[in-house]
């Protein structure tokens, strides 16, 4: 079997704030295939951001490993993760993140300045992006001069002119109405449908279920893996590569 895209293994997270200590990941067992489609759903606080964050490599977790591509990149420098993050790794956000000084066409161009792309070629992939996006008569505007849903739309190109493998997005139709909603998610579908491995986070069962497999969170803990019969909950009950107990 090829390896899996994304390997976790007794994945912990606990956020130490003076003298409590939130749980936020509990031994998290998890594999994800190159092109698979997932929903990550569950409550409020049940750790579906900061599972994202960890696959993003934007946080570390305080136990257990995470291989990317057959790579443990979880004892990566920061500078060895920003460039994997840069390569490999789309990113789109509910409140979109773009940079507000920025024009549309900058905000997508900066991931490819962040690798060291040549400006001649940077120019053209920011073109052909833009009208790939239907955003050619918008790249001089800055993210405050577009709607919502044009603002995920650059958000995704930016997530995308570096053909990560995969992405990564937190609740993207959070800030959307429904309409609009539904036009991000096709453009993210249509990626995932080119081969893009596409993570989604929603507690909209609705979009949820759109997904070729919902895992479902709760209390940082798999609760539920519609991909696994026994339920990520008996993995790892069975598994003892888990640091603390669970
Ligand atoms: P979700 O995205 O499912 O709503 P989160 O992953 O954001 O949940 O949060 C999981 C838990 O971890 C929550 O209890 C939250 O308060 C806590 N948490 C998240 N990030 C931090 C942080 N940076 N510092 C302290 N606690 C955090
Ligand atoms: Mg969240």
Known sequence: ???ALIELAGIERIFQLGDSAVHALRCLQLSIAAGEYVAVMGPSGSGKSTLLNLL???DR???GTYH?????????????QARVRSERIGFVFQSFHLVPRLTAAENIALPMILAGIAPAQRTQRVVQTLRDYGLENRADHRPDQLSGGQRQRVAIARATIMQPAVILADEPTGNLDRATGEEVMRLLEALNGHGVTLIVVTHDQALGARARRQLLMEDGALEHDSASPAGGKDANDANDACALPT
């Not at 990317?68 to 060895?80: K, N, P, Q, W, Y």
């Open 56 to 58: 993003g490599l934007l």
């Open 68 to 80: 990317l591509e057959g790579r443990d990149v979880t004892t990566l420098s920061a500078e060895e």
């Open 61 to 63: 977790p305080n136990a």
């Open 1 to 3: 079997m090829a390896a």
